[in-house]
């Protein structure tokens, strides 16, 4: 590594002041998974480190609005064990489980991961499904920026120098929605996936029409990517094996994927479609399984006595 200044601030106005001082010569760190990492290889080399592991109230995960909030310095690991996030949002909780090893998790930041913008990483598809939104904060406010429009190319994002994750939020889903997030792994299991899918389903109240679908990819592009023409063959449709065979169709055509040692482009292409059509199979699967289970719950009705 070259040489670095390493600055420890303990208040968002602190890290605001290094970040206006330095400008794009710094580089914040929080769990360093990645950056570390990067910066031995020089692929990155900042004059000025922050720290961001003094500041406090970053790391909370919390109800808001009915949906979830969580800090962008909370690390994955407290995302996967949150009984909160478990109970609301089963579907993060399971994404998280899946990213790399446990050592990684618990030091990984959510927000941290999200500004590194791999497109090959596990959380963003699943967001992208989720509706989920990002706060960026700096001296001069803060947006909100919704997490499809977050990622901009490889490693890029909208995120500017003077800028923070400060607070990721999920939205409540809406009532009879379930999702899914798969990852299709070419050699073991804390690896970066060759294809990853996620899908968040919306039924009616007969369960038998989609009423709403968001589908995410991962790994099969620049960035993840959100498959809209495949969600629009689904809206409205009934619940049927021929129309998750046809978005997954359409999903194949919306990624571009790179060819490298986990396998061709072509190849991966094919495999998006594969893993959209499972993802969406195990969504479909879990509510129904939700229903009848609810069903079978339900006391018996008490006979009258004559």
Known sequence: MIAFEYRTPKSLKEVYADLREFGTDAKLIAGGTALVIMMKQRLVRPSCLISLRAVRGLNNIAQKDGGLKIGGLATHREVEISSLVRRRTALLAETYRHVATIRVRNMATVGGGLAHADPNQDPPPTLIALGATVKASSADGSRVIPIEEFFTDYYETVLKPEEIITEIYVPKLPAGSGGAFLKFLPRTADDYATVSAAAVVTLDRSKKTFADVRIALGSV?????????????????????????????????????????RGSSAYKKEMAGVFVRRALEKAVAGLTARKAKAKTSRPAPRRRRR
């Open 221 to 261: 592009g620049t960035t993840p990517i959100r498959a809209r023409e495949a969600e629009a063959v689904l809206r409205g449709q009934p619940v049927k094996p021929e129309a998750l065979r046809e978005a997954a169709e359409k999903a194949k055509a919306a990624v571009d994927p790179i060819s490298d040692f």
